[in-house]
């Protein structure tokens, strides 16, 4: 009979899955058990053995191994820059008080995006933690004062850029966002990429990069190159959270952001961000 975990434990082993994640390792294996496991299988397996399987839950876990990514509409018309903030309410409106997916259960704000619509460079992260469910905006926790500062060292200000992230409610826990959940909410961000057109998108760790690509590849395959998304060049760095755990990567993520600095012509910046 499964066994239940404790919620200590359970919240442990999403941490530590998701610490994985951010270093762009994805597969697992039990000692002493042949097949590998997946993140998203072994945190489904949590989610069976410690709560009743709901509706989209059991849909998940009958879907495919390799999921499947929703096709990418092709981006829509152009948008004058004084029509952009127009543009970016329409589609808040339309997302409403959103019930789509199951991370509507326990959100206390969904977090849209904030910054300029007319901005030539945007961030994508996953999704909102605490103190963005609490406040409605994305990256303002420690993480975001990172972000902050990074933005600060490639030479602008935060109301320059423009931040969102694949799912803009507020996973219990902090976990990764379930594919199911991602795949629900990312039409509404590449709708305000497609208003917003940016130059350069940088996204902040492996799931912006696998929802922003459409597919799933570890982290340092992805950095230090430039790949092509919604008509933007988009550079893959590491999520902030994951440079607050492990800041000697800083140096690393500096170096992605130098990329995308040279794409918009910034003039480099010697020193990384603190
Ligand atoms: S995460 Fe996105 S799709 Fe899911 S409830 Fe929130 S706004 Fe809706």
């Known amino acids: 009979m499964a066994q239940r975990l404790s919620p200590e434990t359970e919240a442990a082993v999403r941490a530590r899955i998701g610490y994985f994640r951010d270093l762009g390792i994805f597969d697992f294996y039990r000692r002493g058990e042949a097949p590998a496991a997946t993140a998203e299988e072994i945190v489904a397996e949590i989610d069976t053995k410690t709560t009743a399987p709901v509706a989209d839950s059991r849909e998940l876990l009958q879907m495919p191994k390799a999921q499947p990514m929703p096709v990418l509409e092709q981006p829509t018309a152009i948008v004058a820059p004084k029509d952009k903030a127009a543009a970016l309410e329409a ?90 959940e991602a795949n629900t909410c990312v039409p509404f961000l ?41 008509g933007a060049k988009l550079i893959v760095t590491y999520h902030p959270a994951y440079l607050l755990r492990d800041p000697r990567q800083k140096k690393e993520a500096w170096a992605d952001l130098q990329i995308a600095m040279s794409e918009l012509g910034l003039k480099p910046q010697p020193k990384a961000p603190v």
Do not use: W
Not at 119 to 135: H, K, N, S, T, Y
């Open 190 to 230: 590449f709708r305000q990429i497609d208003v917003i057109r940016p130059e350069v998108i940088v996204a902040l760790g492996a799931t912006a990069a696998t929802y922003m690509l459409g597919g799933k590849s570890p982290l340092s395959a992805l950095r230090g190159r430039i790949h092509q998304a919604r």
């Open 91 to 180: 589609i808040r409106k339309d997302i409403g008080p959103c019930d789509r997916c199951e991370l509507s259960k326990a959100r206390n704000n969904i977090v849209f995006g904030d910054g300029d619509p007319n901005a030539r460079l945007m961030f994508v992260g996953e999704g909102p933690g605490a103190d963005e469910d609490a406040q409605g905006l994305p990256f303002v926790g420690r993480a975001g004062q990172l972000l902050n500062n990074m933005i600060s060292a490639m030479g602008l200000r935060r109301d320059q850029v423009y931040i969102a992230n694949i799912v803009k409610c507020r996973p219990p826990q902090n976990r990764v966002p379930e594919p199911i």
